[in-house]
């Protein structure tokens, strides 16, 4: 990731993501829908990619902590929550975290580690560049250290996730995230 978003079109955007001139932050703006008598249409991805996944996530569980070598991946949240956590591949720094909700595009590129947390029940879609089958997908993929911890809270009475920061042996200040 390396250029700034304020201001970019979604065309713009993906445009950067062809040049391999990857934005510094994972949110994709979207076009305003087209709306008439018959109903909308919202033009989620206008970009060429090779797969496309639909993924339903329990609510508290962890999905990722990995990266690519060469692919990147659009995620459309469908409905419910991700918390995404991103770095750098090698970083030793804490992720940068994010929260996305139903109808929001998000894009992870290669070489960044990521992590995405599901505090309730939900479904969201990956586009992805390279073939997502099970051989390609595993070639691709390098998986790290848990950036995410996730724990069950008596007091919030719901799963809540704490960044994992091995030269700290306390929470984030305020407490574990939720």
């Not at 990731?1 to 955007?13: L, N, Q």
């Given at each position: 990731?390396g250029?700034?978003t ?12 062809d ?9 994709v ?7 008439n ?22 609510a ?5 902590n ?6 990147w991946h ?18 030793t720094?804490l ?22 947390y599901?505090p ?16 390609s ?6 998986r ?35």
């Amino acid at each position: 990731m390396g250029r700034p978003t304020s201001g970019f079109t979604h065309a713009e955007y993906t445009r950067l993501v062809d040049e391999e001139k990857y934005p510094d932050t994972p949110l994709v703006p979207l076009d305003e829908p087209f709306v008439n008598s018959s109903g909308r249409i919202l033009n989620v991805l206008l970009k060429r990619f090779t797969s496309a996944a639909w993924i339903e996530s329990n609510a508290g569980s962890l999905r990722a902590n990995h990266y690519h070598k060469t692919d990147w991946h659009y995620s459309f949240v469908v409905s419910g929550t991700v918390v995404y956590g991103w770095r750098p591949s090698g970083s030793t720094a804490l992720p940068e975290v994010s929260e996305f909700h139903a109808g929001q595009l998000f894009f992870t590129p290669p070489m960044v580690e990521h992590v995405m947390y599901f505090p309730v029940p939900t479904t969201f879609m990956t586009f992805a560049r390279n073939l997502r089958d099970h051989v390609s997908h595993e070639s691709d993929v390098v998986r790290v250290d848990p950036l995410f911890s996730v724990v069950w809270s008596e007091t919030a009475g719901a799963f809540t996730y704490k960044i994992n920061d091995p030269d700290r042996r306390s929470s984030p200040p305020g407490g574990p995230l939720s």
